[in-house]
């Protein structure tokens, strides 16, 4: 997003109709905030001044700035009481999608999930949702991030700068695929009978060919987007109070900061989601 590039290409045109042709529409960016209500309007009853919240803006954007106007019917919820507001922003845009996605997969206790890019946003909440689930869980990623993927429930490890996991002759009942760039022939022959391949970065060719795969195999190929919706984001709360879950936060910079915060996240060598802290240096 922060450079426009996308692997589904016919996102770019209706994007930028959205979000602005030559620029962005609106100045302040992001998407992923917690904060405290500052004031609400007189037909708003959901929260009152002083609440302590996150939530997703949509295409409004806006969490950079110190304050932040949103409809009440907007992805908002109250605040885990168990996280600070930095580690409650880095919950909704990683945590939204993988719950989204693995609760498609209808998991069975017992059954080997592999998610394939675990080390970053949706990755890791992705490693922690699918163990809780009951799973047996792979994760792949590059060296530098196995000790905090088997931290966080990671059964087994695949260095993917070292070994391609596809070429293992190991089976899986669920992939998790946040990778664009996954071989979807290899990914497909991964997967057990009647496996589920969830495609989170899929491209159009992978879209077309999920419709095949899914109508005339056992298997089954999922690349619907999340809607991030209100209920999925208090189940999130729900399994971050109870201890089952956790945001992974790599590093907080100050608003000041911004650029090089985005660097940080273009490197892929964070481990979990990067935060900026509004107001704070």
Same mark, same amino acid.
């Given at each position: 997003?922060?450079?426009?590039?996308?692997?589904?290409?016919?996102?770019?045109?209706?994007l930028?109709? =959205?979000?602005?042709?030559?620029k962005?529409?609106?100045?302040?960016?992001?998407?992923? %905030?917690?904060?405290?209500? #500052?004031?609400?309007g007189?037909?708003?009853f959901?929260?009152k001044?002083?609440?302590?919240? %996150?939530? !997703?803006?949509?295409?409004? &954007?806006?969490?950079?700035?110190?304050?932040?106007?949103?409809?009440?019917?907007y992805?908002?919820?109250?605040?885990?009481?168990?996280?600070? %507001?930095?580690?409650a922003?880095?919950?909704?845009?990683?945590?939204?999608?993988?719950?989204?996605?693995?609760?498609?997969a209808?998991?069975?206790?017992?059954?080997?999930?592999?998610?394939?890019g675990?080390?970053?946003?949706?990755?890791?909440?992705?490693?922690?949702? !699918?163990?809780?689930?009951?799973?047996?869980?792979?994760?792949?990623?590059?060296? /530098?991030? #196995? *000790?905090?993927?088997?931290? /966080?429930?990671?059964?087994?490890f &695949?260095?993917?700068?070292? #070994?391609? &996991?596809?070429k293992?002759?190991?089976?899986? $009942?669920v992939? &998790?695929? /946040?990778?664009?760039?996954?071989?979807?022939?290899?990914?497909?022959?991964?997967?057990?009978?009647?496996?589920?391949?969830l495609? =989170?970065?899929?491209?159009?060719?992978?879209?077309?060919?999920?419709?095949?795969?899914?109508?005339?195999?056992?298997?089954?190929?999922? %690349? /619907?987007?999340?809607? *991030?919706?209100? *209920?999925?984001?208090?189940?999130?709360?729900?399994?971050?109070e109870?201890?089952?879950?956790?945001?992974?936060? $790599?590093?907080?910079?100050?608003?000041?900061?911004?650029? #090089?915060?985005?660097?940080?996240?273009?490197?892929?060598?964070?481990?979990?989601?990067?935060?900026?802290?509004?107001?704070?240096?």
């Open positions: 997003m922060r450079s426009f590039n996308f692997q589904v290409k016919w996102f770019w045109l209706p930028r109709v =959205a979000l602005g042709l030559k962005p529409k609106n100045q302040i960016l992001g998407g992923y %905030f917690a904060g405290e209500v #500052e004031s609400v007189r037909d708003v959901k929260f001044k002083g609440d302590q919240v %996150f939530g !997703a803006t949509r295409l409004r &954007f806006g969490a950079y700035g110190e304050y932040l106007c949103l409809p009440a019917s992805t908002l919820v109250a605040k885990p009481h168990n996280l600070s %507001f930095e580690e922003a880095a919950v909704p845009l990683g945590g939204l999608n993988a719950l989204h996605f693995l609760r498609k209808n998991i069975r206790n017992g059954e080997k999930v592999l998610v394939n675990a080390g970053g946003s949706i990755g890791t909440f992705g490693v922690q949702i !699918a163990k809780a689930m009951g799973a047996e869980v792979t994760a792949v990623d590059s060296t /530098i991030k #196995e *000790e905090m993927l088997r931290r /966080i429930g990671a059964d087994h &695949f260095d993917y700068t070292k #070994e391609d &996991f596809t293992s002759r190991k089976t899986y $009942d992939i &998790f695929d /946040i990778v664009a760039k996954s071989s979807y022939s290899e990914c497909v022959k991964a997967l057990n009978p009647k496996g589920r391949y495609m =989170a970065n899929p491209r159009m060719t992978d879209m077309l060919r999920s419709v095949l795969t899914s109508t005339f195999t056992d298997k089954t190929v999922i %690349f /619907i987007f999340a809607k *991030e919706k209100e *209920e999925e984001l208090f189940a999130l709360k729900e399994m971050i109870d201890g089952k879950i956790k945001p992974i936060v $790599d590093k907080i910079y100050p608003l000041e900061q911004a650029s #090089e915060a985005h660097r940080r996240v273009e490197t892929e060598q964070r481990l979990g989601p990067v935060v900026i802290s509004v107001g704070k240096s």
